[in-house]
């Protein structure tokens, strides 16, 4: 049977493709750059060459990689490029996963299953394990942490957003198994400083992960001053990072990479104690598109370092540029200078402007932004699909302030913020 994309399609088919289309007429504009969140295009032929990887391999099952060679061997590329600009260890391994919560509840997983096999499964009565994470980091890890019935030890960030290491130190004890510190964190945009920690999880010898789901494709390249924030700080037992985002593969696709295979085989699932034989698996998913897996690989291939390089800095340069336009709004304030491409942005008087009413009178002309809390925020992740919009952007976003400041503070519709993510 056929499957070239040139073959001609029944009317009845054609029919189904028009209706989808129109389904989509009130979604977000992203190809066109108009949102900030969600969603990354770095050109149309990229978006096309990896739609097309996509469509080639959905129907493929990652599920059994001995079935699929081609899916092995796609997978081995792109995590071998992955784990270069790491700067993974030689005996660095890893897998490909769905993104970037797949990852986080894998690295707690994987952390408790290190930590049973080190210390034995009983726990003393009212003693749970526990994980120890600022309050930055990403809201998968609490989904792992509930999933297991693991304790989420949140320790406030600094006033600068950044991780306080020594109270994260302090908050440690012997049920800890895990430290998790992002390169960047979302919410504000900064990397944690990690040193102490790893140092401390060396000590104690649990997991350290580096949650670099937004940073993993962009800090290889950026020049410092930034931290030091992959496997050259000490004790870094993983890395998480995700190419739907800033490696603009279509959606599906993330990587995680362990300093070691000793420390992979505890994220790897094995069963035989039911009736269909051995059932092995790397990841939560049992049946997986290979999809995500070759569109990776497409844009792997056709951007590689120096093209990731390019897009790093455009997206990085188009980042800045945002920063000091708002700097120069005097309603409102950046919260910290961004680290990558992520900006925050508050409203400088919170009584008179409220931040939710800006951002919803910028999706009321086609914009969409991201609306956070706490402090009230509005959130952009800035890409290079977004290089030729600055002006517009900015000039609709003193629109939306001075229309705004027209809307009183209390009210209480206009200051609810919108969720990050929905079911
Ligand atoms: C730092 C960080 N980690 C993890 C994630 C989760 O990724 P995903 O939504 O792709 O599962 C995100 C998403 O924005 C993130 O910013």
Redesign the pocket.
Known sequence: MSNSPEDPLSPAALKILNDLDLLRANDIRWRDGKAFSLTYCASDDARHLSETAYRMFSHENALNVAAFPSLKNMQQEVLEFVMQLLEAPPSGAGFMTS????S?ILVVYSALQRAIALRGSERPLNERFNVVLPSSA?A?LEKGCTYFNIESRRVPVRSDWRADEQAMIAACDDNTILVVC?AP??PQGVVDPMELIGNEALRRNISFHI?A??GGMLLPFLAPPHLPWNFSVPGVTSMSV?L??YGYTAKGA?VIVYANKELRQHQTFFTDNWLGGMYGSSGILGTKSGGPIASSWAMVKYFGVDGYRNLALTARKVALQIARHIDAIPELVLRAEPDTTLLCIGAKDPQSLSIFAVARALRANGWYVDEQTPPDSMHLTVNVVHENRVDEFVSDLKVAVAHSLKIPSNDEKGNTPLPYGSV
């Open positions: 993104g970037g919560t797949e986080l990403h998968a992002s964190q979302y949650d789901c937004m995700d739907h985002k993330g």
